[in-house]
């Protein structure tokens, strides 16, 4: 590869204002555990449109941003044994095996561009080890690109975190990619109920379709009082909020039989306080944090990959809008209006 590098970005210069497409420049060469990447697809999630937003702090402006995408390698950097030339690979924001390296040096007119570990916003991107997986090669690249997150988020609190199973009652609160990812790993169980609540009919739709045995839109109808009436009073085995509100986390819980489980999945705002009945909690009605399905990329990737191969997912259904590089800003528009889906860029 020759440096320096000149490609487009897409990068955040001020909260609030759609991000500026312009050239970056990697001067090159690569350090220990750096791999170049070429783009092929990336997805966007909720932490970038919150970054763009400012609901979530931005401390690195000018910023790249974007942590789930596909791309194929093109170069690595000296002691990289993970990955070589030509390999497609999926990037993640979540650690797996390799070299943590140092962050990228970006300019735009001389003037740093601040990286992470992964950006995926980028034509080409400068990424760690320990930040990508390889894939093999016929894999869809589209899909590929939503395992660098809500993939794994939503697929892995199911199978890796709560190991939802046959016997289990399962409410998924909340149906935009992450909630319909968890409706697609639950299904695979077959659990005894699998009851899907999003105030979205589209969702709601969406979510029939991969499985859920029922459906319920609390802007029609009281949520919790249905959930209550299905199952005798009891509430459900395990509750899956993938929504970040207060008042619905609280509902979720109230949702969660005793024993039974509760897992906060969609981020809430930071020091918000949430009101639990103690007694419950201390009859097991446990409520449990989950951040990225707690998965390990380097098994779980290979493993949804299966479950895809299979068809017991059918993750190719999630993708409502592929959006070329250069418009990213309509995508990320389409994002905050349609949120039972995934929009990819493609490059
Ligand atoms: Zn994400």
């Known amino acids: 590869m020759n440096y320096p590098l000149v490609f487009k970005a897409a990068i955040l210069t001020e909260i609030g204002k759609p991000l500026v497409i312009d050239n970056i420049e990697f001067k090159g060469p690569l350090l220990d555990g750096q791999i170049l990447v070429k783009m092929k697809y990336s997805g966007i999630c909720g932490k970038q449109t919150d970054e763009i937003d400012g609901k979530a702090p931005d401390a690195f402006i000018p910023h790249l941003l974007g942590h789930e995408g596909s791309a194929e390698v093109m170069d690595i950097g000296s002691k990289v044994t993970k990955t070589k030339k030509g390999d497609l690979v999926v990037l993640h924001w ?13 300019y735009r007119n001389r003037i740093r561009v601040n990286s992470g570990w992964v950006t995926t916003f980028n034509e080409y991107a ?28 939503g697929v892995g609190v199911i199978l890796n975190e709560a190991k939802v199973e046959s016997d289990d009652t399962v409410v998924i609160y909340g149906c935009g990619g992450i909630g319909l990812c968890a409706v697609q790993a639950a299904n695979s169980k077959k659990p005894k109920k699998l009851i899907a609540i999003d105030v979205n009919e589209k969702a709601l739709d969406m979510a029939k379709e991969f ?5 319920i839109n609390p ?30 986390l609280e509902e979720g819980v109230e949702m969660t039989s005793i024993p039974g489980e509760c897992y906060i999945v969609g981020v809430p705002p930071k020091g918000a306080q949430m009101k639990v009945e103690a007694h419950a909690v201390m009859h097991e009605r446990n ?50 209006g349609d949120v039972s889906g995934r929009c990819v860029v493609k490059f």
Not at 94 to 106: M, N, W
Not at 211 to 215: M, N
Not at 292 to 315: S, V
Not at 322 to 334: C, L, Y
């Open 211 to 215: 499985g859920a045995t029922d459906i």
């Open 126 to 153: 400068v990424v760690s080890e320990n930040r990508l997986t390889v894939i093999p090669q016929k894999s869809d690249p589209i899909v590929a690109a939503l395992f660098g997150c809500v993939v794994t988020t």
């Open 219 to 248: 802007g029609k109808e009281d949520a919790l009082k249905r959930v209550l009436e299905m199952t005798e009073g009891k509430g459900v085995s395990k509750v899956f909020v993938c929504v970040g509100i207060i008042k619905v």
């Open 287 to 336: 409520i449990i944090g989950t951040l990225g399905g707690g998965t390990y990329p380097d098994e779980a990737i290979p493993e949804y990959f299966k479950l895809q191969n299979e068809g017991k997912l059918r993750l190719e259904k999630l993708v409502s809008y592929v959006g070329d590089f250069e418009n990213i800003n309509d995508a990320i528009e389409k994002m905050r």
């Open 94 to 106: 979540r650690k797996g095996s390799g070299i943590q390296s140092e962050t990228p040096l970006y």
